[in-house]
């Protein structure tokens, strides 16, 4: 499929006031999570809600990080979601648990986020 990248604002899910423009995250179907900078994440005031919660990278390292609640918005589209405070060396991901609250998915040819569909019934 190959890798694109996506832009998003991060809001402060209390204060949602408080927000930040992240214009280039990896966007990673493979991932479950979003991880951002913890500076950024911290700037915004995001609080560690989760914390010591251990992560397989993809070459079979853990890592200890720490989780937070926030509101993601790519375009007119927004969830809210749990984040990872990403560290020096971490990438900065748009994993599949934001992307299914966002309803979009990978359109592989064009390498870009589109509507999933209708959300289904409940």
């Known amino acids: 499929m190959g890798t694109f ?3 998003c604002v991060i809001k402060n899910h209390i204060e949602r006031t408080q927000s930040i423009q992240i214009p ?3 966007v990673d179907t493979g991932n479950e ?3 951002i900078a913890e500076a950024a994440l911290e700037k915004i005031h995001v609080v560690r809600e989760k914390k010591d919660i251990v ?3 993809a070459n079979g390292q853990r890592v200890t990080r720490s989780v937070g609640f926030v509101i993601i918005r790519v375009g007119e589209h927004f969830t ?3 984040v990872v405070f990403g560290e020096e060396g971490d990438l900065f991901l ?3 648990r934001t992307l299914e609250g966002l309803n ?3 359109d592989p040819r064009q ?3 589109v509507v999933s569909g209708p959300l289904p019934a409940a």
Request: glycine share 8%; aromatic share 16%; no cysteine.
């Open 33 to 35: 999570y979003t991880w």
């Open 55 to 57: 992560f397989v990278m």
């Open 94 to 96: 748009l994993g599949a």
């Open 80 to 82: 809210i979601d749990e």
């Open 104 to 106: 979009l998915t990978v």
């Open 111 to 113: 390498k870009k986020l």
């Open 5 to 7: 990248y996506a832009g």
């Open 24 to 26: 280039k995250v990896l």
